[in-house]
C-alpha cells in the first residue's frame, strides 16, 4: 500500500517541489492550499482549495476512508513572504500562519496521523554580529527574533511539540535558511532577495544600474529548494527532536549576491543602495544536527542561480511580451 502525504501549502514554492519530490519517492500525495501552485500543474493526486486558518477545513484536509489515516503530514502553508512583506504584514503573519498551525496540529493529532513535518525558519534566532561564532539550534532560547514572523514561528514550533508529547506523534521542525530556486515568487511584494535580484538583473540592461535595499553589507546564507527537499525528506523520518537547521553554509553579502547574479547573466551591473527593509545584519549556523543524517548541501550558490535565473527571465521576458 502506498503511503499517504498531506502537504499543506501545496500551492506555494517549497510544497509545490515537495509534491513532486513524494510523488517521485512514490508516495500517494494530497495537496492543500488557498490556491494552484502559479507556475506549473501540481504534481498531487487529490488538490483541495481551502483556507487552513478554519478547524474545519484542516479536518477536510486530512479526511481519508474509514480506517484510513495520513502517514505524513509536511506543514508549509503561511503568509508569508520576503523582507518587505515581513515587515509590512506583521498582523497577518501573526494570526493567519497562527491560526493555521494552531488548527492543523490540533486536527492532526485528533487524526492520529502518522508523523508531522513543520516549517520554521532561521527567523527564529536573534540578530548577529558579522564575525560571531555559529549559533547551535538551542541558541534559540532565550528568544530575541528581529520580527514578528520569527516570533509567529517559535510559538508554532512550541505548539507543535505540546500536541507531539501529549498524542505521540513525532513532530520533525526544521529551520530553514532563505530557500530559492525556478517556479518561487518573483514578483509581487512577496518575492525574497534572489528572486528580486534575479528579477532586476534581468530586467536591467549590460551596464545598467540596480537598486538594492540597504548597504548591501547583510550576510546570508541561501540554499537550492534540491537541498531543502533533501533535509525535509530526510529529517521527517529522523528520530530528531526538537528545531533543525537546514541551510547551507556559504555565506555572502547581498552585494556578492548581486554580483554572482550579474556574472551568471553575463552582464555588468552597477549597484545603487537606497533605504528599505533589511533585517538581520547577519547570520552563522551550525549544521551539525542535519548533517548527523548524511544531509548535504550539494547545489552552490552560483550553480543553484544558475538554475534559477534562466527561469526568472523567461518569466520577465513573458511578461514583457504580454504587455507589448
Ligand atoms: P509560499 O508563500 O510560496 O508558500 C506558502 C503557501 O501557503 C502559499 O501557497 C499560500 O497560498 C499558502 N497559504 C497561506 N495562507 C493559507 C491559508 N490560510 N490556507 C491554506 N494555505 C495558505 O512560501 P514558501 O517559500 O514555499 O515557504 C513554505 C514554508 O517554509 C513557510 O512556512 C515558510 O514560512 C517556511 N520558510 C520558507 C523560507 C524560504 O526561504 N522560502 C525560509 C524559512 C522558512
Request: proline share 3%; glycine share 8%; aromatic share 8%.
Amino acid at each position: 500500500m502506498l503511503k499517504k502525504a498531506l502537504v499543506c501549502g501545496a500551492g506555494g514554492f517549497i510544497g509545490s517541489h515537495l509534491v513532486k519530490r513524494l510523488k517521485r519517492d512514490g508516495y500517494w500525495v494530497r495537496g492543500a492550499d488557498l490556491k494552484y501552485p502559479e507556475f506549473s500543474e501540481t504534481a498531487a493526486d487529490d488538490f483541495r482549495i481551502l483556507d487552513l486558518r478554519e478547524l474545519p477545513n484542516c479536518e477536510k484536509a486530512l479526511a481519508l476512508g474509514p480506517g484510513e489515516r495520513f502517514d505524513e503530514v509536511y506543514q508549509l502553508a503561511a503568509d508569508m513572504g520576503g523582507m518587505g512583506f515581513i515587515q509590512t504584514a506583521e498582523c497577518e503573519i501573526m494570526r493567519n500562519s497562527a491560526l493555521i498551525n494552531i488548527n492543523m496540529i490540533h486536527a492532526s493529532a485528533k487524526n492520529a496521523v502518522g508523523r508531522y513535518f513543520f516549517s520554521s525558519s532561521a527567523c527564529v534566532y536573534r540578530d548577529m554580529a558579522p564575525d560571531e561564532l555559529e549559533l547551535t539550534e538551542e541558541d534559540a532560547y532565550p528568544s530575541q527574533p528581529d520580527n514578528e514572523y520569527g516570533w509567529e514561528k517559535l510559538y508554532a514550533e512550541r505548539i507543535a511539540m505540546a500536541y507531539g508529547r501529549r498524542s505521540n506523534i513525532p513532530i520533525r521542525i526544521a529551520r530553514f535558511q532563505n530557500c530559492y530556486g525556478p517556479e518561487g515568487t518573483w514578483l509581487g511584494g512577496r518575492e525574497k532577495a534572489p528572486a528580486a535580484l534575479c528579477r532586476k538583473v534581468a530586467e536591467a540592461s549590460d551596464g545598467g544600474t540596480i537598486e538594492v535595499w540597504g548597504d548591501g553589507t547583510a550576510m546570508r546564507a541561501y540554499t537550492f529548494i534540491d537541498d531543502i527537499l533533501d533535509g525535509i525528506t530526510m529529517l521527517i523520518h529522523s528520530n530528531l527532536e526538537n528545531g533543525v537547521n537546514i541551510g547551507r553554509q556559504e555565506y555572502v553579502s547581498v552585494d556578492e549576491l548581486v554580483r554572482t547574479v550579474a556574472e551568471v547573466a553575463g552582464k555588468n551591473i552597477h549597484i545603487q543602495h537606497i533605504s528599505g527593509p533589511v533585517g538581520v545584519k547577519a547570520r552563522n549556523f551550525t549544521n551539525e544536527r542535519i548533517k548527523s543524517l548524511d544531509w548535504k548541501s550539494k547545489i552552490s550558490l552560483k550553480e543553484g542561480l544558475s538554475r534559477t535565473y534562466p527561469w526568472i527571465k523567461s518569466q520577465v521576458d513573458k511578461s514583457r511580451s504580454s504587455r507589448t
